[in-house]
């Protein structure tokens, strides 16, 4: 089996497992907290959701548009994040695949199932009962408007993201300099990149 094919089965399943544990913590999160408030406060929980998605979507189209080049630029001049935006962009398709398909669909998930817990809630308030013909209504122009906040929220996110790459990876990138300085949280490992690097020179050396 080629080296290629075995690092992306070893990302697929971490990715994955990560998905797995994440989807589980969003969702007991998302039911403990909806469980207890009204719906309209559930609504803003919601859109809150909804807004989530579509900014880490953004996150990841930026990663796949930016250019190394102008965060080199930005390494030379010693400005916090431009290493590990440079890291980003080296690694997009991972980080991309991180937020648009983990982070994003959970959250399109997770949205979905709070939105049908807040109708119900807001139908039993106006007292209409599971199953009647005016709560499924509610149900279906909700829902549909959430459809609608995702899909166009993430239309706009495309558009900024391809415009701005460059400035929206900077800021991801002092914010992972912020984790690796303070935190000792590193993402993205460039040393032990060059490292690999070296390695693989030497056997094509040796060859």
């Given at each position: 089996?080629?080296?290629?094919?075995r690092?992306?089965?070893?990302?697929?399943?971490m990715?994955?497992?990560?998905t797995l544990?994440?989807?589980a913590?969003?969702?007991i999160?998302s039911?403990?907290i909806?469980?207890?408030?009204?719906?309209?406060?559930?609504?803003?929980?919601v859109l809150?959701i909804?807004?989530?998605?579509v900014?880490?979507?953004?996150?990841?189209v930026a990663?796949?548009?930016a250019?190394?080049?102008?965060?080199?630029?930005?390494a030379?001049?010693?400005?916090?994040?431009?290493?590990?935006?440079?890291?980003?962009?080296?690694n997009?398709?991972?980080f991309?695949?991180?937020?648009?398909?983990?982070?994003g669909d959970?959250?399109?998930v997770?949205?979905?199932?709070?939105?049908?817990?807040?109708?119900?809630?807001?139908?039993l308030?106006i007292?209409?009962?599971?199953g009647?013909t005016?709560?499924?209504?509610?149900s279906?122009?909700?829902?549909?408007?959430v459809?609608?906040?995702t899909?166009?929220?993430?239309?706009?996110?495309k558009?900024?993201?391809?415009q701005?790459?460059?400035?929206?990876i900077y800021?991801?990138?002092r914010?992972f300099y912020?984790?690796e300085?303070?935190?000792r949280?590193?993402?993205f490992?460039g040393?032990k990149?060059?490292?690999?690097?070296?390695?693989?020179n030497k056997?094509?050396l040796?060859?």
């Amino acid at each position: 089996m080629k080296e290629s094919v075995r690092k992306s089965l070893r990302w697929s399943t971490m990715i994955a497992v990560i998905t797995l544990v994440l989807a589980a913590v969003f969702a007991i999160v998302s039911t403990s907290i909806l469980s207890g408030v009204s719906w309209g406060f559930g609504m803003v929980i919601v859109l809150l959701i909804v807004f989530i998605g579509v900014f880490v979507d953004t996150i990841g189209v930026a990663a796949t548009a930016a250019k190394e080049q102008p965060f080199h630029a930005m390494a030379a001049e010693r400005l916090p994040g431009a290493k590990q935006a440079v890291q980003i962009t080296r690694n997009a398709d991972k980080f991309a695949n991180f937020c648009n398909d983990v982070i994003g669909d959970i959250a399109g998930v997770i949205s979905g199932t709070a939105s049908a817990y807040v109708v119900l809630r807001f139908s039993l308030q106006i007292g209409y009962e599971e199953g009647t013909t005016i709560q499924f209504l509610i149900s279906v122009v909700f829902t549909a408007i959430v459809a609608a906040l995702t899909v166009g929220g993430k239309s706009v996110g495309k558009t900024l993201a391809i415009q701005y790459s460059t400035e929206i990876i900077y800021h991801v990138g002092r914010l992972f300099y912020f984790l690796e300085v303070k935190l000792r949280i590193v993402i993205f490992d460039g040393k032990k990149r060059k490292k690999q690097k070296k390695h693989n020179n030497k056997k094509k050396l040796r060859k």
